[in-house]
């Protein structure tokens, strides 16, 4: 079993809609969570990061963290074409010094205007 | 934030040659990470490089594969050595120090071997 589980998609809606992107994971010492966005032929781009369960908001974007079913969420609202990327979500443990990052598979997101 | 810039971009190599990748960031980081982003996989990081120490590797990583260079707090190299077909992949610089340990990262080098 995969320590970080993300649906790879492609996950395709219409200008407007609200996605949901969802990761799942198993090591229960994950405390730091990110949700990462990636364009086409470019690096990862930190969106969002949280270290405790509830919820964060940012403008469009709302990151979700439930530590009690290991669940993690990115909400977008009012999706745009330019949100049209791969999203991966990544974590890590607190336990002091370097800590390794643990990444999703990335869902690849279609935004159709 | 910094900005991290790698080169080359990209590059189409013969099979058992050699290609350094270079890893630029705009300020000094504590520490820089390479990763490898094959199609459909996640990130696999291949070393945690620190200035003035040897990388750190992972599992499946060897120093005589990827030879990796740290000379000081901006910069660092990463080589795919004898590279095979196999190793055509799209390598990426990482760079952080804080709570948000790899915060960044350079644009990628798309390898392609042949």
């Known amino acids: 079993q995969k320590e970080v589980e993300q649906d790879p998609g492609p996950l395709s809606v219409p200008e407007g809609a609200i996605v949901s992107l969802n990761c799942t994971y198993s090591?229960?010492?994950?405390?730091?969570f990110m949700w990462y966005r990636q364009y086409s032929r470019k690096g990862p781009e930190l969106l969002m990061y949280?270290?405790?369960?509830g919820n964060k908001e940012d403008g469009r974007f709302t990151a979700q963290v439930d530590k009690s079913s290991k669940y993690i969420s990115l909400f977008i609202r009012d999706s745009q074409p330019s949100d049209s990327a791969t999203y991966l979500c990544?974590?890590?443990?607190?336990?002091?010094?370097?800590?390794?990052?643990?990444f999703g598979t990335g869902t690849k997101l279609q935004v159709i205007p | 934030s910094a900005v991290i810039s790698q080169k080359p971009s990209r590059d189409i190599c013969q099979r058992g040659t050699s290609l350094t990748i270079q890893c630029q960031v705009d300020?000094?980081?504590?520490?820089m990470f390479w990763y490898r982003q094959q199609p459909g996989q996640s990130l696999t990081l291949i070393a945690t490089a620190n200035q003035g120490s040897e990388a750190t590797y992972e599992s499946g990583f060897v120093i005589d594969k990827f030879p990796i260079s740290r000379p000081n707090l901006t910069f660092s190299t990463l080589t795919v050595s004898n590279m095979s077909p196999e190793d055509s992949s799209i390598y990426l610089c990482?760079?952080?120090?804080?709570?948000?340990?790899?915060?960044?990262f350079g644009q990628g080098t798309r390898l392609t071997v042949v």
């Open positions: 990482s760079a952080g120090g804080g709570p948000n340990t790899e915060a960044f």
């Open positions: 990544a974590m890590r443990t607190n336990s002091g010094g370097y800590q390794k990052v643990t």
């Open positions: 090591n229960s010492a994950f405390q730091y």
């Open positions: 949280t270290y405790s369960s």
């Open positions: 300020s000094q980081v504590t520490m």
